[in-house]
């Protein structure tokens, strides 16, 4: 089975995400926490010595992961490490960790270019009770010669936040928003009425590294997504792209930079904390994903992601990106002791009531059978695009080579875009997008 395999099931779990909406078993940057050997120590793991160290990709999971590890080591007496890598630094990470002599025993491979690089650091995960424990095998990913290098512990999907009250407030219906035309409307009616109401339409887009992905990542999905449709899959093979759809790419950044409590000159340092201006009620609109529902909500609970509408024809019918980067592997170079203790503390995660329901909460939704059943809105509204008939732009972006070095690109020619929107500076946005793309492509597989 191929990871091109996985790509196409992101449809048909959307569809049972529309149907069931209950997945299954089941920060701060840069922070660690190793859980004592206090408990009974139940675990036959415990009893050969082993232990579990995670390198997790995700700050915002920290604070549940050091909970639950010591709740783990509590119950078990198996010790837990969890480190958290800061925002946009998890590949530095991995890199100086594994180059330790006692390496994460669990980590992260997400995309295609992951399994290329870390691949051969993976334990085969067909066949471990872990894998037993899943619901589908739509996010696992598979190296050339068919092992299963990691697996989805949860997926997710992303969009544009829309907060309801402050559409409102501005006298507009969020149900009105269909294409990108009627976005349009909203967005330029209330920013340029941004004084007026306290409040303006889209949030700061920063362009440094805790925020840029939002734009060189995610919204860059749109492009290949489309584009995908028009020429078949994309996968770890395409060594080029045409760029078909970067007018409409650019119709929505434009609606976004132009649009904002911030102005786009002022994007490139970042330090605006765009998530904190969507809370405090200062902007309507925010480019984010269902692993922020629980902060937002909280905060703002009428809230609502809409899809990413750029004036593609027949968008009406668009709904939300779904797939995950968040993919589990397990060193093989650990020990067999290691490497059990981790696959127990992983089958806990996805199987305890307790520990999956507090997963769930901050991840959405896990694709196991015995997790608790999801809550997050942002995720039901995936599932009610899907429901109406909508398609689900899958996670195209997975395939960007040589992932850092080609949105480092695209960031600095943006940059300059932010700060003189020439026709010329665009012409190296469009260069940085499809140049790039095979140039990386190139030096990542020379």
Known sequence: MSMNVSRRAFVGTAGLLAT?????????????????????????????????????????LDETLQELAGTYTKETGVPVKIVTAASGTYNQTLIAEMDKSEAPTL????????VKEWGDFALDLKGTAIEKELNTDAYNLYDTEGKLVSIGYCYECYGIVANKDLIEKAGHAIDDIKDFESLKKVVEDIHKRSNELGFDAFVATDMDDSSSWRVTGHLANLEYYYEEQDTGDFDEST??????????????????????????????????????QFTNGEAAFFLTGSWDYATLSEAQPNVRMLPYYCGVSGEEKAGLNCGTENCWA???????????????????????PDASAKMVEQLGIMPYTNAAESTNGFLLNAAEYTADGCYVMDWATNYQPNVDQYRAALVSALNAYNSDPSDSNWDDVKKAFVDGWATQYKAANS
């Open 239 to 276: 060594s080029e792209i045409a760029g078909t759809y970067l007018p409409n790419y650019k119709k929505l950044y434009d609606l976004m930079i132009n649009n904002s409590v911030v102005e786009p000159s002022a994007l490139a340092t970042g330090g605006h904390d765009p998530a904190t």
């Open 20 to 60: 069931t909406l209950a997945a299954c078993s089941g920060g701060n940057g840069g922070s660690e926490s190793s859980a004592g050997d206090s408990g009974a120590g139940s675990a036959a793991s415990t009893a050969a010595g082993g232990s579990v160290y995670w390198l997790n990709f995700k700050p915002e």
């Open 107 to 114: 980590f992260v491979i997400g995309n295609a270019a992951g």
């Open 330 to 352: 397990v060193n093989v170079n650990a020990t067999e002791e290691n490497q059990q203790a981790t696959i127990d503390f992983m089958v806990w995660l996805v199987s305890n």
